[in-house]
């Protein structure tokens, strides 16, 4: 019995790596480190595996006397509101953009924040004593925790949407919607008719194994053209937790989570609304985003990936808007993490107020040239430690010089090891990349990297 938190909870094939027996651990686990104060808020995505998974977390839960509150399909940002009203924790079961068979178990503490990287090792060390000795016997009687459903949670979250925009509705705007096969197959719609926009909807038909085939957020091509051939204002891409969002302009080209934070970052600094005149972002973002802002005095803080990370500071800096290159965007005064839907609306709602198109506001950001490669590698984490490794890496970094930089990191949530490179010299940025990723197999089949 083995579990790793990755930067988005725990994922794995689900019945072979997440099984039943390891969720119940887990949720016997979170009671011990979370306590039972307040029911436990679960929601989960569309997957197969997601009714047989949130059984086996009730049961854990309930076996160390914690009550359950089940919201059933709802986004993860849904559950963290409810669990944020009620003051809960609460779990979601969702292995996010991953493909079906794929499943995952996100914590948050209570209050609907995910929680921190101790906590996560609390959670870890209580796993392991389960797995080597029998549990010591739970409560029983009237102190065996209860499961009971919140029918009203999707209804509550979609109001809660509406609220964001106070008062402002999107009429006018017509938006082609992507649900995914996921969890956004009711809400999105739902609140977007809410607030005036008319809509047509592709892939919110979920039948257990089609999340994010072939659509959704990181298989965009269905909504390009749909948007084209509907004459759309724009159109919107959940993953299959509906925690985030790529956009596409009228012209059918994407609108990543860059692109969205220059929009909205320019668009709050008008309106003074951009606490402490920045935004957070992660080394994934492009250097343009950081170009695009300079003339705004709006600056980039950097974190490392992950929306923990970009939510960590925004808290401690007391700033309101952060978020990734792939549309996990934060408005922290609306939510505890990224929210798919509601960043939707935002953009939406930027659009009506500016009159202007989504291609308009999209071309404040010039992008540097990027190439992302994912190197498909076992033990990726123990490239950490390799020093001869890093500084080859070192060594391909400072050839690009000021007008160009990379990135190399291990997956958190995926057996692969991610190389980034920018550079205003496309061809030098494809040359490193191709080196980096050599580097990368080299390292990760031998005990040392190859020498370039």
């Known amino acids: 019995m083995t579990l790793r938190f990755g930067t988005d909870g725990v994922r794995g094939v689900a019945n072979r790596e997440l099984t039943p027996e390891l969720v119940t651990a887990l949720g016997r686990a979170a009671v011990r480190v979370?306590?039972?104060?307040?029911?436990?808020?679960?929601?989960?995505?569309?997957?197969?595996?997601?009714?047989?998974?949130?059984?086996?977390?009730?049961?854990?839960?309930?076996?160390?006397?914690?009550?359950?509150?089940?919201?059933?399909?709802?986004?993860?940002?849904?559950?963290?509101?409810?669990?944020?009203?009620?003051?809960?924790?609460a779990a979601v079961i969702s292995a996010s953009h991953n493909p079906f068979g794929d499943n995952g178990v996100k914590l948050f503490a209570a209050g609907g924040r995910k929680i921190p990287e101790s906590l996560e090792l609390q959670v870890e060390r209580e796993l392991r004593a389960l797995a080597v000795a029998q549990p010591d016997p739970g409560p029983d009687g009237v102190g065996v925790g209860v499961s009971s459903e919140h029918r009203g949670a999707l209804d509550e979250y979609v109001a809660t949407l509406v609220d964001a925009l106070q008062g402002r509705q999107l009429s006018g705007l017509h938006v082609v919607v992507d649900c995914g096969n996921g969890a956004a197959f009711r809400a999105a719609p739902s609140t977007l008719r809410a607030l005036g926009a008319t809509v047509d909807v592709i892939h919110a038909s979920p039948d257990g194994i089609n999340i994010n085939a072939g659509c959704g957020s990181t298989h965009p091509g269905d909504l390009q053209e749909a948007v084209l051939v509907a004459r759309a204002d724009a159109g919107l891409a959940f993953d299959g937790d509906a925690d985030r969002v790529i956009a596409v302009d009228e012209r059918g080209v994407l609108v990543d989570g860059d692109e969205i934070l220059a929009i909205t970052a320019i668009d709050m600094h008008d309106r003074k609304l951009l606490r402490g005149n920045a935004v957070v972002a992660t080394v994934m973002s492009n250097l343009g985003l950081r170009r695009a802002l300079e003339p705004y005095g709006v600056g980039v803080i950097e974190t490392p990936v992950g929306d923990r990370n970009v939510l960590d500071v925004l808290e401690q800096r007391n700033l309101t808007l952060g978020g990734e290159q792939s549309g996990h965007v934060i408005f922290a005064d609306h939510a505890t993490t990224g929210d798919g839907t509601l960043t939707g609306i935002v953009l939406l709602d930027t659009m009506a107020r500016?009159?202007?198109?989504?291609?308009?506001?999209?071309?404040?950001?010039?992008?540097?040239?990027?190439?992302?490669?994912?190197?498909?590698?076992?033990?990726?984490?123990?490239?950490?430690?390799?020093?001869?490794?890093?500084?080859?890496?070192?060594?391909?970094?400072?050839?690009?010089?000021?007008?160009g930089r990379v990135l190399v990191r291990p997956s958190g949530t995926e057996p692969l090891v991610r190389v980034m490179v920018e550079s205003t010299d496309a061809d030098a940025a494809a040359e490193a990349a191709d080196r980096l990723v050599e580097l990368v197999e080299h390292a990760a089949s031998r005990s040392a990297p190859a020498s370039l």
């Open 354 to 403: 500016r009159k202007r198109s989504l291609s308009e506001l999209a071309s404040v950001l010039t992008r540097v040239p990027q190439i992302l490669r994912n190197v498909a590698v076992d033990g990726g984490e123990q490239l950490r430690g390799d020093t001869a490794f890093w500084s080859r890496v070192r060594d391909v970094d400072e050839e690009l010089g000021d007008d």
């Open 34 to 89: 979370l306590g039972a104060d307040e029911p436990f808020v679960i929601g989960r995505d569309t997957r197969r595996s997601g009714p047989m998974l949130e059984a086996a977390l009730v049961a854990g839960l309930c076996a160390e006397g914690a009550d359950v509150v089940l919201t059933g399909v709802l986004p993860t940002p849904g559950v963290a509101h409810v669990a944020r009203e009620r003051g809960a924790p």
